[in-house]
């Protein structure tokens, strides 16, 4: 047996963070993770692998849309999945042995098994009992189940985001039940890769939450990539027959019941957090109403010395959120002062191109009452975005009527998730649209587009 200040429970981006930070803090940590490899959903099944996949793809349909336009004629272009697949392997390696690096540097211990919480301070892995002072559960989240709808990613048929990673070969037709962040970034990928890829959403507009006029430009973008889109369906089940698949739904305006086929059917209708297991029941761990762990305001639990970060606490599911309040946690446990700024947490969507959010829409503002401009800047007037052919799209700032302070701003464009972290750094400094109109940006680069957006909040952007 031995004894730690801190036991993380998982070691994904939140639970191995927030290990790295108590051990730079002084603290002996060790992580539990059942898994073969440390990095969680987000590296092993979830972003790495769908970063992978979703930039070769691109890469694929870049030759067969643009190059021959800039001279560069490749011709035929073959895709061959089985390296395809190697490569997304060898990306989600070379991530996970790094986090393996970076615990063996901090001399984080790695209890490898799945963890019970047999009393607060004692965890247990396997047939050991470790003591610690404090516990932190980072146990993520798992695909939600949708009523009607068997998933078996071994046979490939009907798959969640796992399975549709490692599909045996690509696919003639897919359905992508729910347009959400995985529906769309997994469902472009098999389109740009020859996929049929048919998306059926339950409400009338793809993306739900984010900005009105995002999620229009966004829909008539993947539209003409060739993504077709099947708006306000609720889907009731899913047959599956020989090597196919029938989609049952109910068209939420009529009322009438349809159906559609393909090769593969993708489940994407959220996720849930994840802590079973852990035996919290017994421990009397109180949690919400929709599943979470309920946590104070220094992400302590009902039980003291038993803390919850990321996807199993409230919150966006976002590996970078989870991040954060690992880093925060580690702090709070250490004895200083952990902070996490809900309002600054952008939410990028990796597609071509990216869409990123950060603040407030301007919807929720005006539900809100608030009092707001909007500066708005097309990269059709941006030189560097058309010269790389990707000029459709645009950024919009969102700004306080009155003091100028930015609440929000909304970009569908080529960088955007990189884009978007300048305001978050003006939003963190509390900053006017006017800091960012008056600062000096590059030429030419597609961040120009955001200066022009901040410049349209004042007295209007040059290039329009
Ligand atoms: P989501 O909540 O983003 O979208 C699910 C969609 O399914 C919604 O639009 C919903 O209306 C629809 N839906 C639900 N039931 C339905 C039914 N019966 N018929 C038709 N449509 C139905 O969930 P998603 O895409 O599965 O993502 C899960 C989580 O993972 C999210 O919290 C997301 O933020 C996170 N994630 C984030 C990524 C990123 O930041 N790039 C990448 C992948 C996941």
Request: aromatic share 6%; with cysteine.
């Amino acid at each position: 047996m031995s004894t730690y200040d801190l036991i993380v429970i998982g070691a994904g981006p939140g639970g191995y963070v927030c290990a790295i930070r108590a051990a730079q803090l002084g603290l002996k940590v060790a992580c539990v993770e059942g898994r073969e490899t440390l990095g969680g959903t987000c590296l092993n099944v979830g972003c790495i692998p769908s970063k992978a996949l979703l930039h070769a793809s691109h890469m694929a349909h870049e030759t067969h849309e643009n190059f021959a336009k800039m001279g560069l004629n490749v011709g035929h272009v073959e895709i061959d999945w089985q390296k395809m697949q190697a490569y997304k392997a060898e990306t989600v390696a070379g991530n996970t042995k790094g986090i393996e690096f970076l615990f063996k540097k901090n001399k984080i211990d790695w209890l490898k098994g799945w963890a019970v919480i047999e009393a607060p301070g004692k965890v247990k892995v396997g047939d050991t009992t470790h003591e610690a002072k404090t516990v932190v559960i980072a146990t993520g989240s798992v695909s939600s189940a949708l009523k009607g709808v068997t998933v078996d990613n071994e046979a490939g048929i009907v798959v969640d985001s796992t399975g549709v990673l490692a599909l045996p070969k690509i696919p003639a037709s897919m359905v992508v039940i729910g347009a959400g962040v995985i529906g769309l970034e997994l469902g472009s990928v098999y389109a740009r890769l020859g996929t049929q890829v048919t998306v059926v959403e339950y409400l009338d507009a793809i993306t739900p939450g984010m900005d009105g006029e995002v999620q229009k430009q966004f829909q008539k973008i993947l539209t003409k990539q060739g993504l077709k889109f099947v708006l306000g369906a609720a889907v009731s089940g899913v047959e599956t027959t020989d090597g196919a698949a029938k989609v049952s739904y109910t068209l939420r305006k009529d009322n009438s019941e349809q159906a559609l086929e393909a090769e593969v059917v993708l489940v994407a209708t959220g996720r849930r957090p994840y802590a079973d297991g852990l035996g919290l029941d017994s421990l009397g761990v109180q949690m919400t109403d929709r599943g979470y762990v309920k946590v104070d305001g220094h992400w302590q639990t009902s039980v003291p010395g038993i803390y919850a970060i990321g996807d199993a606490a409230p919150g966006p599911m976002l590996a970078h959120k989870a991040e954060d309040e690992g880093m925060a946690v580690a702090e709070v446990i250490a004895g200083k002062h952990g902070h996490v700024n809900y309002d600054v947490i952008p939410g990028v969507i990796y597609t071509t191109p990216e869409v990123a959010a950060v603040g407030l829409t301007e919807e929720a503002a005006k539900a809100a009452g608030r009092k707001i401009k909007v500066g708005k800047f097309p990269f059709m007037g941006n030189a560097r975005a058309k010269a790389v052919m990707q000029a459709d799209g645009f950024v919009k700032l969102i700004a306080d009527a009155d003091t100028d302070r930015i609440l929000g701003c909304h970009i569908i464009g080529p960088n955007a998730g990189e884009m978007i972290h300048e305001v978050c750094v003006a939003m963190e400094f509390g900053a006017a649209a006017q800091d960012l109109a008056l600062t000096c940006h590059a030429h030419p680069t597609t961040s120009e587009a955001v200066r022009e957006a901040a410049l349209a909040c004042g007295d209007g952007a040059i290039h329009v």
